[in-house]
């Protein structure tokens, strides 16, 4: 069974750190690109960051240059280091494949960030 449990959120004021942490069951990461999405309220859910089995990584304009995902597939972790916030990231933070599997959705980390 597929479960994905995303941690490392919080509370932060613009300009500030934070490293997300995703941790996935099931033999289905290595062998998967996986990614970063958000969801930030009354918006749809995008990609901000993925990476690729062929080592390509990809982000979304609005956080390059300030977000790092990087993955460990030997604990079968996903991570994004996210640095020099901004209010507009405020957001609830899900790992997935790419493209997403419905059915693999976790409860994802809040990220709050203040002004």
């Known amino acids: 069974q597929v479960q994905l449990v995303e941690s490392g959120g919080g509370l932060v004021q613009t300009g500030g750190s934070l490293r997300l942490s995703c941790v996935a069951s099931g033999s289905f990461f290595r062998a998967n690109a996986m990614g970063w999405y958000r969801q930030a309220p009354g918006k749809q859910r995008e990609l901000v960051a993925a990476?690729?089995?062929?080592?390509?990584?990809n982000y979304a304009d609005s956080v390059k240059g300030r977000f790092t995902i990087s993955r460990d597939n030997a604990k079968n972790m996903l991570y994004l280091q996210m640095n020099n916030l901004k209010p507009e990231d405020t957001a609830d933070y899900y790992c997935n494949t790419v493209p997403p599997q419905g059915a693999y959705w976790g409860r994802g980390t809040q990220v709050t960030v203040s002004s």
């Open positions: 990476t690729f089995r062929v080592g390509t990584i």
